[in-house]
Each structure stands twice: as structure tokens, then as C-alpha cells.
Nanobody
Framework: QVQLVESGGGLVQAGGSLRLSCAASGLTVSTYAMGWFRQAPGKEREIVAAISWSAGSTDYTDSVKGRFTISRDNAKNTVYLQMNSLKPEDTAVYYC??????????????????WGQGTQVTVFS
């Protein structure tokens, strides 16, 4: 079965950095588009970043552009979200996600089918 396991969350001071990891099993990240989502208290889940299967394209929500970077390590079958210049409003549970299909999936994915359990990121000022 497909499993996505996030790690790397925690407490961080405003202005600091964290790197989230998403270890995948049951799918090969080099052949799948992958995404990071987050859900803050009292807010709806939103997409944060996405990377195409070929790594030729990336998308970011406006609020994180210039601060967050999505990447992957194919050898480790792992997707990362590097988060710099963190702000209190970045506080949320962060989720890793994948669409149903591999490289034949449309870009950008419209629907994500596989989800991790989430990792908490808390930014304090």
C-alpha cells in the first residue's frame, strides 16, 4: 500500500528555518508529482507547494513564494519542503500528498489521492 510519512516539524522561532521530509513507500516519487499542504487552526486546508514528476515545474502559494522550496531526492524516495524565514502565520499541520496517477497525471494535479498523517509546525514570536 501507499504510505507517506512526514517528519521534521516542531517548534521554531520566527525567522528560523525547518526542513520537512516526506518518506514515500508504495510509489516512486521520481515518477509522481508531489505536493505539500497545510491546515492552520480555524482555516481551510491549502496547497503550499507542488513539484512535477520530472522536477521541471514547481508551484507555490503566494504567501510562501521566496521562502519555501520543494525538492526531492529520488535515491531516498523522499520529498522535502525547506521552509525559511518562518512566520507565526505559517503555524499549521503540514501534509504530504500525491495524486492517483504517475507521470501521466496532468500538471498541475487537480486532485490528490494519497496523504500522510501530517506533522505539526509551530512558529512563535
Amino acid at each position: 500500500q501507499v504510505q507517506l510519512v512526514e517528519s521534521g516539524g516542531g517548534l521554531v522561532q520566527a525567522g528560523g528555518s525547518l526542513r520537512l521530509s516526506c518518506a514515500a513507500s508504495g510509489l516512486t516519487v521520481s515518477t509522481y508529482a508531489m505536493g505539500w499542504f497545510r491546515q492552520a487552526p480555524g482555516k481551510e486546508r491549502e496547497i503550499v507547494a507542488a513539484i512535477s514528476w520530472s522536477a521541471g515545474s514547481t508551484d507555490y502559494t503566494d504567501s510562501v513564494k521566496g521562502r519555501f522550496t520543494i525538492s526531492r531526492d529520488n535515491a531516498k524516495n523522499t520529498v522535502y519542503l525547506q521552509m525559511n524565514s518562518l512566520k507565526p502565520e505559517d503555524t499549521a499541520v503540514y501534509y504530504c500528498a500525491a495524486p492517483l496517477r504517475d507521470r501521466f497525471e496532468r500538471w498541475p494535479p487537480v486532485k490528490y489521492n494519497y496523504w500522510g498523517q501530517g506533522t505539526q509546525v509551530t512558529v512563535f514570536s
